[in-house]
């Protein structure tokens, strides 16, 4: 089983930056398509971004789009998620998920094999 560990979240004053980070240790990420959820107090999880396994292609909800930026660093076996001007909204846990289907967008969770455990986010001033 992939066991995920998400880091880089915390707390950024509105239009501030955080990037997070998703790795994985002995399995190769490059395998995966790795999404990017969240989930805040009160509401159910929601997809904001994910990367395929293959030729990379990357997919963003249209209230990140512009803002956020997924990557990914084969060798160092991590996906990234940099987050650029940040909104209370955007307020927050961030997990990483992973799976080998060909999603051909961000997909549902139930999409998804492997999760982290989720690492929180906080926009406020």
């Known amino acids: 089983q992939l066991q995920l560990v998400e880091s880089g979240g915390g707390l950024v004053q509105p239009g501030g930056s955080l990037t997070l980070s998703c790795t994985a240790s002995r399995i190769s990420l490059s395998y995966y398509t790795i999404g990017w959820f969240r989930q805040a107090p009160g509401k159910e999880r929601e997809g904001v971004s994910s990367i395929s396994n293959s030729r990379e292609r990357t997919y963003y909800m249209d209230f990140v789009e512009g803002r956020f930026t997924i990557s990914r660093d084969n060798v160092k076996n991590t996906v990234y998620l940099r987050m650029t001007s940040l909104k209370p909204e955007d307020t927050a846990i961030y997990y990483c998920?992973?799976?080998?289907?060909?999603?051909?967008?961000?997909?549902?969770?139930?999409?998804?094999?492997?999760w982290g455990q989720g690492t929180q986010v906080t926009v406020s001033s």
């Open positions: 998920a992973a799976t080998q289907k060909v999603i051909g967008g961000i997909g549902g969770p139930n999409e998804y094999d492997d």
